[in-house]
Nanobody, 122 residues
Framework: QVQLVESGGGSVQAGGSLRLSCAAS????????MGWFRQVPGKEREWVSD???????RYADSVKGRFTISKDNAKSTLFLEMNSLIPEDTAVYYC????????????????WGQGTQVTVSS
């Protein structure tokens, strides 16, 4: 069972940057996907970005051009570099791991991190 531990959230002013990290206990499955979702109170968790085991990346339209996802396979760590942050990016960000191909659906995620708060003030 993969375990995920996130870090790097915090508060920043609009236009600023933050970098989230997600340490995975292991990459057990050769075919897997890791990514980020975010959630604000009263709303459904939404997909932000993901990267598959071949390094292919995808982004939600709302973050494209501002966020960059990457991973360090040697350290089993996933990153999300967030630039040009806007107040609408304020949310709890969750690291996600899926056995198999990538999916934007919450119901198909195998393992979640505990979440880290990102707050962007105007």
């Amino acid at each position: 069972q993969v375990q995920l531990v996130e870090s790097g959230g915090g508060s920043v002013q609009a236009g600023g940057s933050l970098r989230l990290s997600c340490a995975a206990s292991t990459y057990t499955y050769s075919t897997h996907c890791m990514g980020w979702f975010r959630q604000v109170p009263g709303k459904e968790r939404e997909w932000v970005s993901d990267i598959n085991n071949n390094g292919r990346t995808r982004y939600a339209d709302s973050v494209k051009g501002r966020f960059t996802i990457s991973k360090d396979n040697a350290k089993s760590t996933l990153f999300l570099e967030m630039n040009s942050l806007i107040p609408e990016d304020t949310a709890v960000y969750y690291c996600a791991y899926r056995i198999g191909l990538c999916s934007t659906r919450m119901s198909q995620i195998s393992t979640w991190g505990q979440g880290t708060q990102v707050t962007v003030s105007s």
